[in-house]
């Protein structure tokens, strides 16, 4: 028993400098978390914005279509319960409509998977195409769940 304890506790010993350094996890602040990927969401619409006529760009950078697509389709879980108490601009609607704020949500992530095939693929129609859409539902999504 006492030498099941000292394991595990040397087992923790060993994990836990590893874990210190990380920045706040989602667990521990979804807001921080949530608005520091809405931020990295602004740039790549920004990065990508001035490539739409750039095939050659556009291929090397649909890494960032990637990571929308990916943010997109985790956002809700980014919003648990009790996540509007804070720093947060998030609308009660959030948590009162789930549906619609996932539809939202799901809308983004389906844009966002347009743009990189079409980024991927150097294709400056598509893209602007998927871009236009995508920026939409940026704005789709913050007049009922964001407010000022
Ligand atoms: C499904 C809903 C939804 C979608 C889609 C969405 N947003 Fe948001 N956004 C929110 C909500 C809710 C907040 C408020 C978050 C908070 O304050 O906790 C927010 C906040 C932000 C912020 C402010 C972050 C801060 O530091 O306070 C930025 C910037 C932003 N969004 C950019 C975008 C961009 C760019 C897109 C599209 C590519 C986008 N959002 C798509 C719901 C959404």
Redesign the pocket.
């Known amino acids: 028993m006492t030498k099941l304890l000292l394991v595990s506790a040397l087992a923790l010993a060993t994990l836990l400098p590893a874990a210190l350094p990380q920045p706040a996890s989602a667990q521990a602040d979804p ?1 921080a978390e ?2 520091a990927g ?2 990295r ?2 740039g790549h ?1 920004e990065a990508i914005k001035a490539l739409l006529d750039n095939p050659a760009g556009l291929r090397a950078e649909a890494g960032r279509a990637a990571d ?1 697509q990916a943010f ?1 389709g985790g ?1 809700p879980a980014l ?1 648990p319960p009790g996540s509007d108490k804070g720093e ?4 009660p609607a ?1 948590w009162s409509d789930r549906a619609g ?1 996932e539809a ?2 799901g ?2 992530t389906a844009a966002a998977a347009k743009l990189q095939q079409a980024m991927a693929g150097g294709d400056t129609g598509a893209a602007a195409g998927a871009f236009r859409e ?2 939409a ?2 704005g ?3 007049r009922g ?2 407010g000022r």
């Open positions: 807001i949530r608005k809405f931020k969401m602004g619409l929308m997109f956002l919003f947060t601009r998030a609308l959030v704020f939202a949500a809308g983004a995508l920026g539902s940026c789709t999504c913050h769940y964001r």
